[in-house]
């Protein structure tokens, strides 16, 4: 099976709870050469928030996924490509895990399936958001990164395996890890890509890299820059 993600490199994940920096539109982002805006954060999120960068990247030429923190904000439009629904293996609670799931399964009944994919996220850095919402187990080897990797890919048939260090650069050991353990699964690494370096050096192991913060922090050179790293390495 193909799927979008098995050609991608670079992901732009966009925060619809922060601001761009002055000058920067969200057609300039669009146009830094990413595979695929992703939209997402873990708070602040609402449904006014979300359409309004949906909006906004959906008049330009790039792949663009909705990823939501909760059932409440997703949204119909034809403008998404798909959806990319987070499931966090290391949660402290099974809410992250299948229970958003079920209640969303529960309040909407059928689902556009076609366009829907799970992330099996591994979340890494304790300071992020995601991982105090979540109570994630960061406190983790790389040998137990490569074990949920492989449990995502063989046990659960996960397309996407997401090594998140959200706001910190990681451990390129511990992505390297996740990076042998999955053959199938396509591997997202995100967290603390800030240039060319730090870009280059997760996509030596990671299939695609993620750049969230930079883009509201720096904007359009700095972006660029990790997209060409992601085709380089
Ligand atoms: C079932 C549905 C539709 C949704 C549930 C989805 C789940 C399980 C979400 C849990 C994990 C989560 C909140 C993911 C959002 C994406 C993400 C990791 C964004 C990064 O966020 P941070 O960088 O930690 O936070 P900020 O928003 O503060 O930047
Ligand atoms: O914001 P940064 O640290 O680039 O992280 C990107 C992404 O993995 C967040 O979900
Ligand atoms: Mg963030």
């Excluded at 979300?50 to 330009?60: Q, R, T």
């Excluded at 992020?128 to 492989?150: F, K």
Aim: with cysteine.
């Amino acid at each position: 099976m193909t799927t979008p993600w098995d050609d991608w490199n670079h992901v732009l994940k966009l925060d619809p709870d922060k601001e761009l920096p002055e000058g920067v539109t969200y057609g300039d982002l669009c146009a830094t050469g990413t595979d695929a805006i992703e939209v997402g954060g873990t708070m602040g999120i609402t449904e006014e928030n979300m359409s309004a960068v949906i909006e906004a990247c959906a008049e330009h030429d790039v792949a663009l996924y909705q990823e939501p923190s909760n059932p409440e904000v997703v949204l119909e439009d034809d403008a998404l490509d798909g959806y990319l629904i987070p499931t966090v293996f290391n949660a402290g609670s099974p809410f992250w895990i299948t229970e958003a799931h079920k209640e969303w399964v529960r309040l909407e009944g059928d689902l556009d399936w076609e366009r829907t994919t799970t992330e099996a996220y591994i979340v890494l850095n304790p300071e992020a958001d995601v991982a105090e919402l979540t109570e994630a187990n960061c406190d983790l080897g790389a040998d137990d990164v490569a074990a949920y990797a492989t449990v995502a890919e063989h046990m659960f048939g996960q397309e996407i395996v997401y090594v998140e260090y959200s706001g910190t650069l990681g451990d390129e050991g511990v992505v390297q890890a996740a990076g042998e353990a999955t053959d199938q699964s396509t591997l997202f690494y995100g967290g603390g890509i800030h240039d060319y370096d730090s870009a280059y050096s997760m996509a030596q192991y990671a299939d695609v890299v993620v750049v969230g913060d930079l883009a509201h922090e720096e904007g359009i050179e700095a972006v660029r820059e990790t997209v060409e790293a992601a085709n380089d390495a």
